[in-house]
């Protein structure tokens, strides 16, 4: 089958069963809820073979800040075609003049290399069995009042206004804060995810706080499966690891153009929504 018989068609509800089959395809743990999700903040192209997907890519802009690439699958038939430049490069053109951030695999890695992307930090997929821990004094479960300021400090963090991927999460899942001053310093949330739950994003002033925001949930999922993806440059890792949450693998944060940021930001990003999120 020739790269001409191949049509892009916008991605929509009828296809999400189909991208469930191709991530399984592809070992990752996506549900159809979590599909669901992505489609939901996002916009997107399926590739279609006599109406079959065998690819998928989606592009979650936020704002114009910035986008990221995300949900980049080949079916397993139809890879070394060009397919995936292909579908990248409509992603591309849906992003428009954003910003654009992608979490990349090994086997994607040359392609984005191709394409302009560069490397900003490894990202460190954590996850296991939630163990007995006491809950700290410091965090609190966050109420609807809070999610104004959750959505402002994000922002600070991440360098793009995220306010409907924080609302979709109030939705589905739960936040934890710490409160200092009378106002939100960290958070976390905690939604499910895959073959378990998992907890981000994590912002926070310092990775003492951020440590904090991660056990205010593991303390409350005790015996549970938690996922957690954070990138190298945090610190987190060695400490995830001692808690029992694996390394088990990754990916390369990338970006295009690579982004300035302050070097005095009151928030750091410590824990990922998800690779394909940011």
Known sequence: ???????????????LESAVSLSRQAAWP????????????????????AGRVVGTTLVTAYKNDCATINMVIVDATMRGRGLGRGLMDAALRIAGDRPLRLVATMDGLPLYEKLGFRETAAVLQHQGIARDMAAPAETATATADDIAAIAALDCVAFGADR?????YLAEVGEFAVIRRNGRVAGYAA???????????????ANVDDAKALVVHFIA??????????????????PWLAD??????GGGVAMERP????????????FALANQALG
Do not use: K, N, Y
């Open 220 to 237: 409350r999922r005790s015996g549970q499966f938690v996922r957690v993806d954070t990138t190298a440059d945090t610190g987190l890792s």
């Open 258 to 269: 690579s982004i300035r940021r302050a070097a005095d930001r009151a928030a750091t990003t």
């Open 30 to 49: 996506h549900r159809l809820e979590d599909w669901q999700m992505a489609l939901a903040l996002s916009q997107g192209v399926v590739a279609l073979e």
């Open 190 to 204: 905690l939604r499910a995810f895959g073959r378990g739950e998992v907890i981000g994003p994590v912002v926070a």
């Open 163 to 167: 306010r409907e991927l924080i609302a």
């Open 1 to 15: 089958m020739q790269l001409s018989q191949i049509e892009l068609a916008t991605f929509g509800p009828e296809h």
């Open 243 to 248: 808690q029992g949450l694996s390394h088990v």
